[in-house]
């Protein structure tokens, strides 16, 4: 009887793997703030903010390349795809103005739908730290960290929540090893010259100054333990010098931000599975399994396929790498191990 009532709490349990709501906020946009006036009635105002809740989604988890395959998509599918918003008044006494601030929550499974049908994968990132050098290289000179405009300016300009770009302190044996390899810069070894932030998200970026308009840009990255590298051609048009400067610094975070989500993505087309094995010493375990399980959005859903007094076997469908999924399971204090060639899960 005992043995019973246990396969029925697991059943209860995993039954509403389904139906309880993910914590992961990845289809969420807030603090749309639009103004507020006599001319404007609200119902317009909660299509617009539907409408830039949206687009600011899609560029946010998209890559640049396939934003533009949704411009074609009406406001009332868009509208569609909403569970539910939010909305709250706020006024700016200076300028005598009302606003209306907006938070949108996109259904995820409607989302991965539209996602599928037009053949494009999004970006879920969950390392969102990368350690970042820029060397402004001008008149044959090496800037590292002092009269280096890039590195004392790099984090005022083109702010994006997305990705934290994270500068070095000022270090001896990192200018000693670039000034080593002066008449080799490409050839840094990057784990070397960031050897305090291994297993890091890494970038080194090289800015060449010349005396014409065009100023060549040389992108050195290490993302998800994948070595990644770029050449980017910018021309300065009829910016000035500071200005062109920004205009630098933006397009380099534009290109590595795009380089973080393609190490990143996740094919809805192709979802993986993994079969585990949960040993059942306490109930507490279960439901704690379940509870943090519930909070990773990568994994779609949990089968039981086998049962008994001492464990339960369970199928995971879940979207993305194995890597990546091992290592949200990590940051849920789950831990999944292979250990004579089964997979074997825990909570912490």
Do not use: C
């Not at 317009?44 to 989604?57: E, S, Y």
């Amino acid at each position: 009887m005992k043995f019973y009532k246990q396969i029925i709490f697991i059943l209860i349990v995993f039954f509403k793997t389904e139906t309880l709501l993910s914590e992961s906020n990845l289809f969420n946009v807030n603090n749309i703030k639009l103004e507020k006036n006599v001319k404007t009635s609200n119902n317009l105002l909660v299509n617009q903010a539907i409408k830039d809740g949206f687009n600011q989604l899609i560029s946010r988890i998209l890559l640049k390349q396939d934003v533009d395959k949704f411009s074609d998509l009406k406001l009332t599918s868009i509208k569609q795809l909403v569970t539910y918003y939010q909305v709250s008044n706020s006024s700016d006494e200076t300028n005598n103005k009302d606003f209306l601030n907006f938070n949108i929550t996109f259904d995820k499974d409607k989302m991965h739908d539209l996602f599928y049908k037009r053949g494009v994968s999004y970006s879920e990132i969950s390392d969102k730290e990368i350690y970042i050098l820029p060397i402004l290289i001008k008149n044959n000179k090496i800037f590292i960290f002092n009269n280096n405009y890039f590195y004392r300016n790099w984090n005022e300009i083109y702010k994006d929540e997305l990705i934290e770009f994270i500068l070095p302190l000022e270090n001896i044996e990192v200018i000693q090893s670039i000034n080593e390899n002066k008449n080799n810069l490409i050839n840094l070894n990057i784990d070397e010259l960031f050897k305090e932030y291994s297993n890091k998200n890494l970038a080194l970026i090289f800015i060449e100054d010349n005396k014409n308009d065009r100023k060549s840009v040389y992108i050195k990255t290490k993302i998800q333990e994948k070595n990644i590298s770029k050449n980017l051609n910018l021309k300065k048009q009829n910016l000035e010098s500071n200005e062109f400067y920004k205009l630098i610094i933006t397009e380099i975070k534009k290109e590595i931000i795009n380089l973080v989500k393609s190490e990143n993505l996740i094919d809805i087309r192709t979802p993986s599975f993994l079969n585990a094995r949960l040993d059942l010493n306490k109930k507490s375990n279960l439901v704690e399994l379940n509870t943090r399980i519930n909070k990773i959005e990568l994994i779609e859903n949990v089968y039981v396929q086998e049962l008994n007094k001492d464990y339960m076997n369970l199928r995971i469908k879940y979207l993305g790498k194995l890597e990546k999924l091992i290592n949200l399971l990590k940051n849920r204090n789950i831990d999944l191990s292979l250990i004579n060639d089964q997979w074997i899960i825990k909570t912490l």
